[in-house]
């Protein structure tokens, strides 16, 4: 362990239930030793640090993304700021020779809302630009692909996948869900040999401390990386970022035996709300005979959280509109009557369009919300959701301020990556959310991030708060998000991370 110290004239925002601000902390041997003032640690006599009058907050918590998953994009091309098919054909075509025939040429975060043609790429677009590698561009919202030729003669997928778009020449080379979760994204990844998954897992880790993170639920395994739950319980050890690791399957002995105390995280009960996919209780407005789809019957959905919950576990299930909420909050509810826990702390992921009566439900059942508020930002056009939606049902949207009125535990996430580490960001979403009776103050908006969050996963005796006894978990900003003008706390320079007390 490291000798003790004393970090003197910062800006320090305990995030504890008092509200308490302070100006000096003291570490002894990783943890939390005294809160206060300089003179409060006068008589300590150990080393001190000046700050210079940074903000200091406890680390921020990402609870909701995807190691294995974000080491594979840093490692792939990027087309988040595509604005044309172009954007994204050309880097294929440009790195299509840097590999052997056999090497799976990745892209990632294609958004064709972005794109000046609005349509998604297809195989033959692929082909032109790369047709002797496999080559797989996955969407932003994670829930369909673009596969190439090769991609798709190399994967055989059956005829009759479902998701899989196919006009009259065949597959288009469009996979959406659930053929994209079954098939294609736990094949592709089976590719990738162990140590390259290790190195990926530390990569993100690396990339989330440069914003101030000092903590991950690590959502792993299923149909994203088969496999993946149990190399990173193994690695966790060996990793610069306190972990919580999510076993998102339906395998409550495989889960139990790796020692994990939680099951879930995209265990996806519906698809996406980009893809039509998003299970609702009524119709798309732009598709009458759409409603989404549930990927598990009711009785299935039931009898997994039942059993889930009698052995213990925590449970989080993907449900991104009222019609999966429906589902997953229903099966919950039977658990809970059926064999109460007041602590079990199961969770809704994203959580995105809950119906009123919903919001009720889950608080009344002390479920909690993990919500994305990034999402804003990077994937929800305003305009083109309420095309899709309605403006009734949308109204409801990430709804936090009645959520949390409501007495709704919420946490925040980035779903990384889908969108990138950025705790700052999520806080300005939280804070500017597009519906204005919808909009959280800038503290509450830092909980979701941080005491919240820790609450969120069993974590918030030691982690979540600047507290003494607690793991000296700390980011250090350059300016106090409480107070700049919202517009800027997305902006703010992250400065540092302490993780259990040693500096990065």
């Known amino acids: 362990m490291h000798d003790p110290y004393i970090l003197t004239n910062v800006n320090g925002i305990a995030m504890d239930e008092t509200g308490t601000r302070f100006s000096a902390v003291a570490v002894e041997n990783g943890r939390i030793a005294r809160v206060g003032t300089g003179a409060d640690m006068a008589d300590l006599g150990w080393p001190a640090r000046d700050m210079g009058g940074k903000t200091l907050l406890p680390g921020f918590i990402d609870t909701h993304q995807h190691l294995g998953l974000t080491g594979q994009v840093l490692n792939g091309l990027d087309f988040s700021a595509a604005a044309c098919l172009d954007d994204i054909l050309g880097p294929v075509a440009g790195a299509a ?78 996979v959406r869900d659930p053929g994209a979760l079954t098939h294609v994204f736990p094949r592709v990844n089976t590719l990738m040999p162990e140590a390259v998954k290790v190195a ?21 395994g299923g149909d994203f990386g088969p496999g993946d739950t149990r190399i990173a319980v193994g690695c966790r050890d060996r990793l610069p970022v306190n972990t919580v690791i ?80 429906e589902q997953v909050l229903s099966a919950m509810e039977k658990a809970i009557r059926a064999s109460p826990r007041p602590d079990h702390r199961h969770r809704i992921e994203h959580c995105e369009i809950p119906t009123p009566g919903q919001i009720g439900r889950i608080a009344e059942a002390g479920v909690i919300a993990s919500m994305q508020p990034a999402f804003f ?89 600047v507290e003494p006894g607690k793991l000296a978990d700390f980011a250090v900003l350059a300016e106090d998000p409480t107070r700049v003008a919202p517009e800027r706390i997305g902006s703010i320079e992250v400065e540092g991370v302490f993780v259990s007390g040693v500096a990065s």
Not at 150 to 166: V, Y
Not at 201 to 215: H, L, N, P, V, Y
Not at 432 to 448: Q, S
């Open 97 to 174: 020779p840097g590999g052997a025939p056999e090497d799976w040429l990745l892209g990632y975060s294609l958004a064709e809302f972005n794109l000046r043609e609005n349509r998604l790429p297809v195989k033959e677009d692929l082909d032109r630009a790369c047709p002797d590698r496999p080559v797989m561009v996955v969407h932003a919202s994670w829930h369909l692909c673009v596969l190439n030729s090769k991609a798709l003669a190399l994967l055989g997928l059956p005829a009759d996948l479902p998701g899989m778009d196919r006009d009259a020449g065949g597959p288009t080379g469009v």
């Open 246 to 325: 999510w076993n998102q399957v339906m395998d409550i002995p495989g889960t139990l035996d790796m020692g994990l105390p939680r099951i879930g995280g995209c265990i996806c009960a519906d698809g996406a709300m980009s893809a039509h996919t998003a299970a609702l209780l009524e119709s798309y407005a732009d598709q009458p005979d759409n409603c989404g789809t549930l990927n598990f019957t009711q009785a299935a959905m039931d009898a997994f959280v039942r059993e889930a919950h009698d052995n213990g576990l925590q449970v989080a299930v993907h449900c991104e509109t009222d019609g999966a909420i």
């Open 200 to 220: 990926s897992f530390r990569a993100a880790c690396e990339a989330a401390m440069q914003q101030g993170i000092t903590t991950l639920h690590c959502l792993e």
């Open 377 to 465: 930002p990077y994937l929800v056009d305003m305009d083109e959701y309420t095309r899709i939606f309605g403006a009734e049902r949308m109204r409801w949207i990430h709804p936090y301020r009645t959520m949390l009125d409501a007495g709704v535990r919420l946490c925040g996430g980035s779903d990384c990556p889908i969108t990138p580490y950025g705790p700052l960001i999520g806080i300005q979403a939280a804070v500017l959310h597009p519906i204005k009776e919808e909009r959280l103050t800038p503290m509450e908006a830092l909980r979701l991030f941080t005491l919240d969050a820790a609450y969120a996963g069993f974590e918030e005796r030691e982690r979540g708060s």
